[in-house]
């Protein structure tokens, strides 16, 4: 069951879903809840922004506490900045020519009724594989940012407080089926617009089209649950983008089924029913013990999912659903490859950078890796090595919890 703070959570996201006031909030006794437990989960959601937003209006500015506030501050100043950023990089851009698409929460934010109040960590785009030296060089010569990773996937630039992921695909990881996501998200080109972005249009700034970032958006949420969970915020995001936008549901529906996200969908758009109070395009009834168990984990895994004990085994389950054989043969599988990591893997890792380009090195990266491997952390590589034997319980209700999300 939830806890008191965790419903006046639900209370406050149901009106902010339905643009209403939360004026019983100040009815409260104040002594019916724990502040401080009700802060911290906010904060863990990321969502102390619009939690100030939605609570204190006005009338009750000076009632709230300092933190909240500085959260709802902090994601405006966020927001002004990244803005002004974007702004920079779009003059350069344009200058050389490269094409980009804007996607996730800097095209989401705007489906909200103060877009600041969707915070987001960093700026996400996609650029075309033969521009990564030019957008290098922007980057880093010409804006002074920071390279803080090259893993020929994604490009991830630090300039102050501020992230930049430049990737030169739209999605990149399989998920628990056998469906190819990535050739699928390969053709975003085929599907972009040009858009406003933070304010800032420019005739080689694109985003992509609404049913495609939707199908994309289901997807990468997808990705999230199957690994370390999700917050509510992702939720929150499904009811503001398909209020704002004009979707055609006859086409979607068909397309989930095509792309095998059709269930998974229903599933999350029936938690968004029942949390927020909304009505959505698709749905399905939830299993009570299933619900209550998934709104309790939502709290505990934050906004993006922790290392936690709800989600051990959550690598081995996936690699479970990807296979075909038994559970002992795909953990056979899944131990083989902990212990000889194929060139794929190991050439995007910072510390193994000598393999990049180096294939011929790979036994050697792999005797460095038992070696640090047995020196540095004996217990935890062993822990992980026998998990799937040792956690064997764990793991399997962690098969059957994504058989549940329809994954």
Known sequence: MMIREEEIILHMLNDFCHHQSSEWFHELDQDSYDQNKFINILISQGLGGLASYQLYNKSHLFLQPKLLHHMFLQDVFMSVNQADLLKEMVAYFEEEKIPFICMKGSVVRDCYPEPSLRNMGDIDIVIHYEDRF??????MDLMGCKKMVDNHSVWTYNIKFLTVEVHNRMFYEKLSNGFDYIGYF????????????????????????????FLYLMVHTAKHIINKGYGFRAFIDMVMYTEK????????????????????TQVCFA???????????????????????????VIRDGLFGLENEDNIGAAEAKVYKQGKGSYFVSMLDHIRRRLFPPYEEMQLIPWYKFVDGRPWLLPAAWVYRWGYCLVK????????????YKAKDKIEERIGYINHWGL
Request: negative net charge; aromatic residues 14%.
């Open 245 to 264: 936008n004009e979707l055609d549901w006859d086409y979607l529906e068909k397309e989930l089924k095509n792309i095998q996200l059709l269930s998974f």
């Open 271 to 297: 938690f968004c029913e029942r949390w927020f109070g909304v009505t959505m395009p698709l749905s399905v009834p939830l299993d009570e013990k299933f619900y209550q168990e998934i709104s309790a984990k």
């Open 134 to 139: 030019k957008v290098d060089h922007i980057m």
């Open 186 to 213: 390969d053709g975003v080109w085929n599907h972009i617009k040009n858009a406003e972005v933070f304010g800032v249009s420019s005739p080689y700034l694109y985003v992509p089209e609404e049913n495609y970032h």
């Open 377 to 388: 952390k004996k217990d935890e590589s062993m822990d992980k090595l026998l998990r799937p």
